[in-house]
Nanobody
Framework: QVHVEESGGGLVQAGDSLRISCAAS????????MAWFRQSPGQEREFVAS????????IYADSVKGRFTLSRDFGENAMYLQMNNLEPDDTAVYYC??????????????????WGKGTLVTVSS
C-alpha cells in the first residue's frame, strides 16, 4: 500500500508562479512512476506531466509545455511541479498519481494505482 499526499496549492494571480509537491510513502528502495493530473469542475481528470521510475525525460501535456517543470527526488519518492506564468485555465485540483510497474500509458488516469486527495490551485485573472 502506498500513501500519496499533495501539498502547496493556493490562490495566485495570472502570471504568477507556484510549486506543488507530492510525497509517496512506502518502500524508499523502490522507484515509482509518478504523474500529475488535474481536474476542473465538470471536467474529466486530465494528464499534466509524468516521470518514469527509470528516469529519463519527463512527459508534458501540450497545454503546459514551456511553463511547467516536473522534478523528482527518487530517494524520497517525492515529486514537484513548478508552475510558471499561470493562467486562469490552469485552475483545478491537482492530483498526484503513482503507478506500480503496470506498464500502462501514464497519460491516462486509469493507469495509476494510487492517488492523493489533491491540492487546489486557483488562478485569478
Amino acid at each position: 500500500q502506498v500513501h500519496v499526499e499533495e501539498s502547496g496549492g493556493g490562490l495566485v494571480q495570472a502570471g504568477d508562479s507556484l510549486r506543488i509537491s507530492c510525497a509517496a510513502s512506502g518502500d524508499t528502495t523502490i522507484r515509482y512512476t509518478m504523474a500529475w493530473f488535474r481536474q476542473s469542475p465538470g471536467q474529466e481528470r486530465e494528464f499534466v506531466a509524468s516521470s518514469y521510475w527509470s528516469g529519463g525525460a519527463e512527459i508534458y501535456a501540450d497545454s503546459v509545455k514551456g511553463r511547467f517543470t516536473l522534478s523528482r527526488d527518487f530517494g524520497e519518492n517525492a515529486m514537484y511541479l513548478q508552475m510558471n506564468n499561470l493562467e486562469p485555465d490552469d485552475t483545478a485540483v491537482y492530483y498526484c498519481g503513482v503507478q506500480m510497474f503496470n506498464g500502462r500509458d501514464v497519460r491516462y488516469p486509469s493507469s495509476m494505482d494510487y492517488w492523493g486527495k489533491g491540492t487546489l490551485v486557483t488562478v485569478s485573472s
